[in-house]
């Protein structure tokens, strides 16, 4: 491969196992951003939810980009959608609990940001829409759940892990394996192949 420095603006360690088992060998570099802040004023701007998770990953990307210019710096955003309410990551187990009984026996949307920019200039960006319903949950299974997997998803939205236990809890899974895990893996590969960034 003759692919650029990659730079992660994240903390995510899935995301970085994602790219670095195809080789690329990201580093992390977590762009500081105030996401609540920035989500409250985007919607009370009239902005979408949708939009939601783009600007989320732009904004994480430009951050950082500037700093190694010569680097291609991937911003990723997910937003947890059902019923109208976005689900942000649970605050404590009490939280977590009760988010997993609101998504029980409902279909939410996963929208999947990513973005890549290089310096000053935004080069690419993809939005994928997994959807996943899921089972009815009783109480006695959502605490049994979280008895077993709470260090593991405690930092995931919707308190599941799809690379984990998540496929459990759920009925019917629409869309991209790697979107849910929080990157639109396929799409960024073909992309940097068709740049010719990675050799096939």
Known sequence: MTTPPILLASASAIRAELLARVGLSPRLQPARIDEEAIRQAHLAEGGTIRDLAPLLASLKAARVAPRFPDALTIGADQILLCDGQVL??????????????????????LLTAAVVCQGQTELWRHLSEPRLTMHRLSPAFIEAYLDRTWDQVRHSVGCYQIE??????FSRIDGDFFAIQGLPLIELLTWLTIRGDIAI
């Open 88 to 109: 942000a990551k649970p605050v404590n187990r009490a939280d977590a609990a009760r988010q997993l009984a609101f998504l029980s026996g409902k279909t939410h949307s």
């Open 164 to 169: 984990g236990e998540g496929p459990l809890l």
